[in-house]
């Protein structure tokens, strides 16, 4: 998982969340304000993040591991520069987003909840961004895409994709 | 004590506070099914299997966790309480890969036996099933997360009982599954291989990497000669795997069944090694308390123990006694004693331990235990439960074998070797052999302080001017808070005695699968150990030093107790390794 972006936490990372730590440690239930705090610092949690987590409260990183994949919130693998949401919602999904999302995750050759290994894009499916009148409906960062089909969305994604400089 | 009043079925029962609706359903002669529960282990109300009905209580109680409460009607066989149990069943079915045929847990698994009893439809429901890969990377267990059912007993033993935590629950829903962190292989956790993961699966997700084809087929082969040797405690429970009453002492029948696997197969007695491993870890002991050396001593002989320590607790491995285990000795003893004496080449030498352990499949392959760098010692170490397999598959009447010796010359030991089997076992014997060492006219040999089912016990003796003290338990849980003790300075022991699983080799993660109806309320483990106990009491020699084998083997080969030949053959040494995943 991730296996192909390696992990570049800082020094300052590493110190805000042994921070963290030191507050919660002797707190019941600790784990899961720490976890939130860690995504918070790191974006992402990967395994050398649960590792330290595990090590400074004293439990195993199986059980870290396993809360961190009970709840949805935390994600395992970090987010691109630029995020796209497929709406997954009732109105977006009627029209088809399913096949926007299966568009976007083949233009871009990862699968939802990944990032790219260049670190420039991640895909998540979401639950209605408020705009079931343009449905299926994707963001990217904080623009708001409307009224897609499988045939444009590679159209939209390009445009980022030469902003980059790259072609994929 | 406080107790409270109670109607299960119309029958009434008295029963002390704090009992569950389960453990009074007992003591009204009722056994509620159950499936994730498992007595002092797993105790979560999760599966809703023991769903029973109550007089004024809205909903179905989970039995397992519900309280005995003062004049509660409870009733656990309702039509309500039946279909519930079913659909349970039907829903667990639904997900759960039925290939029981071929299934090593086949007429011997909680779920069929449920199934069964219950008459369900176990395609009732139609799922699309969620394929895993089958982990059989490490070198002692296998699971298969396609037959798992989500009980969490094997988390439970992993976390609870021996505090590594090496599995857990996984994401949600139909996602959720066991395994290890990131979904990694066990081969890649900091594992010690007990296998109380595989003795507490109620299903087929867990077994022993098994060895079995290996051995037969060194047995097919005429140029090998197959040298068996088993454990102190198989004899106290491969009985269990043919139906015989849990505690029945089956020595002569097991050495008369593995002579009959082959005709190149020899059966010889490891009690022999537990012998000759007190000989060189008592004279380790005193050497250790008159020159100064590192203490307390630990015990060596458990493989899951040694592997505890050397992830967890590295800085302890100076308290490690250098001798090899019993297992680790023969293996050396056959290669070399046995083949230099016999004439014969050790690669023409297959050696199969039964072990009740699945920790010893992983010491078997340690480098630093080879007395020849090119070879292991021992080749397989099997289980109990595939020693059990074996003599089925070569249709052997177990029960109506005639009882026979072991073949010489390893085929006596003395009680001291026997008790190795049970918690405190060891260390009774090493104190009865070093004792005699500290004063030739000691004349204690039983050492109850140190046997028993309390968690830890310790000891104090004085044996001419020399002051030794003593601790044992059981469970690597209980273990590291030993360890934390002493890192402390809050204890001076002389020697601890540590096995990996509660009770010792007769609870070993090896040993024959019990039913939940022995598990949740057979003291199992004390039956068990009786049976070696029992045989200690009755064995002409007990000290380990009066066996004429021992004597034999030092007078030819080895001349005393940690000399030369004796270290190289003898003793070993251990790795630092990680506490982190690979």
Redesign the interface.
């Known amino acids: ?1 991730a296996d192909n972006i390696p992990f570049k936490g800082t020094q300052e990372q590493e110190q805000k969340l042994l921070e963290v730590i030191a507050q919660n440690k002797d707190l019941p239930g600790a784990l899961l304000p720490v976890l939130h705090e860690a995504q918070e610092i790191y974006g992402y949690l990967p ?1 050398e993040v ?2 330290m987590v595990a090590d400074g409260l004293g ?8 809360v961190a ?2 709840y949805s919130r935390f994600s395992l693998t970090p987010k691109g520069k630029h995020k796209i949401s497929v709406c997954l919602g009732t109105a977006c999904y009627v029209k088809g987003s399913d096949k926007i999302l299966a568009e976007v995750e083949k233009k871009l050759g990862i699968k939802s909840g990944e990032c790219t290994p260049d670190g420039l894009f991640s895909i998540d499916s979401c639950r209605c961004v408020g705009a079931c009148g343009l449905a299926p409906v994707m963001m990217i960062d904080e623009e708001v895409y409307g009224k897609l089909t499988p045939e444009n969305v590679g159209a939209i994604l390009d445009k980022y994709i030469a902003e980059e400089g790259g072609n994929k | 004590m406080e107790t409270v009043h109670l109607k299960i079925n119309n029958i009434p029962v008295e029963v002390p506070k704090g009992y569950t609706i389960l453990q009074a359903a007992k003591e009204a002669g009722i056994e509620i099914p159950t499936l994730c529960y498992l007595k002092d282990i797993n105790c979560i109300g999760a599966c809703r299997v023991c769903m029973v009905e109550a007089k004024n209580r809205r909903g179905l109680l989970a039995a397992c966790v519900y309280p005995a409460e003062e004049g509660l009607e409870v009733f656990t066989n309702t039509p309500a309480v039946i279909k519930s149990r079913k659909t349970t069943l039907e829903l667990l079915l639904s997900t759960h890969n039925k290939k029981c045929l071929s299934c090593v847990r086949n007429q011997n698994c909680e779920l069929q036996k449920l199934a069964a009893e219950y008459g369900v439809d176990e395609d009732r429901f139609q799922t699309e099933d969620p394929i895993y890969e089958i982990d059989d990377l490490s070198p002692y267990i296998v699971r298969d997360n396609n037959k798992c059912i989500n009980c969490m007993r094997c988390v439970a033993a992993c ?1 609870n009982v021996q505090s ?9 829903g139909f996602a959720a599954h066991v ?5 990694k292989s066990l081969n890649d ?1 900091p594992c010690v291989g007990c296998g109380q993961c595989v003795v507490s699966c109620p299903v087929g997700a867990l077994t022993e990497k098994s060895q079995e084809a290996k051995v037969w087929e060194a047995i097919a082969d005429p140029n090998k000669k197959v040298l068996f040797f088993t454990a102190p405690s198989i004899k106290a429970t491969l009985g269990e795997a043919f139906g015989m009453p849990i505690g029945t002492n089956v020595e002569g029948k097991m050495a008369a069944a593995i002579k009959r696997l082959g005709e190149n197969v020899k059966a010889f007695n490891m009690d022999f090694t537990a012998d000759l491993t007190i000989i060189e870890e008592a004279n380790e002991l005193v050497e250790r308390i008159k020159t100064g050396g590192t203490l307390p001593m630990f015990t060596s002989c458990c493989p899951g123990w040694v592997k505890f320590v050397e992830h967890y607790y590295p800085e302890f491995i100076p308290n490690l006694s250098t001798c090899k285990s019993p297992q680790a000795m023969f293996g050396a003893v056959l290669k070399g004693y046995y083949c230099e004496k016999n004439g014969i080449d050790p690669k023409d030498v297959f050696v199969v331990s039964v072990i009740p352990c699945t920790a010893k499949k992983f010491e078997a392959t340690r480098p630093q235990l080879r007395s020849n760098p090119e070879f292991d010692d021992v080749d397989v170490a099997l289980t109990t439960r595939e020693l059990a397999r074996m003599i089925k598959r070569a249709g052997l009447d177990f029960a109506a074998l005639p009882d026979e010796d072991f073949d010489a010359p390893f085929n006596k030991a003395t009680g001291g070797g026997v008790i190795f089997g049970a918690t405190g076992g060891v260390l009774e014997a090493a104190l009865r052999t070093a004792a005699r060492i500290l004063d030739g006219n000691f004349e204690k040999i039983d050492f109850e302080e140190v046997r028993g089912p309390e968690v830890v016990r310790e000891a104090t003796y004085q044996v001419a001017g020399v002051t030794v003290k003593v601790a044992v338990t059981s469970g690597l849980g209980n273990a590291r808070a030993i360890l934390e003790k002493i890192k402390k300075g809050e204890a001076d022991y002389n020697m601890v005695e540590i096995m990996a699983c509660p009770g010792g080799c007769i609870n070993g993660g090896g040993q024959p699968t019990r039913s939940d109806s022995v598990s949740n309320y057979v003291d199992f483990k004390a039956l068990r150990s009786k049976a070696l106990y029992d045989q200690d009491k009755t064995s002409e020699f007990r000290v380990c030093d009066d066996s004429p084998i021992i004597k034999m083997i030092y007078d030819e080969y080895f001349e005393a107790p940690g000399k030369e030949k004796a270290h190289h053959y003898l003793h070993t040494s251990y790795t630092a390794r990680s506490k ?2 690979q």
């Open positions: 998982m395994i649960q590792q439990i195993s990183l199986s059980e870290v591991y396993g994949t009970f | 976390k590594i935590s090496v599995i857990g629950a996984i994401r949600r395994g290890s962190a990131f979904d956790a982190n995943y």
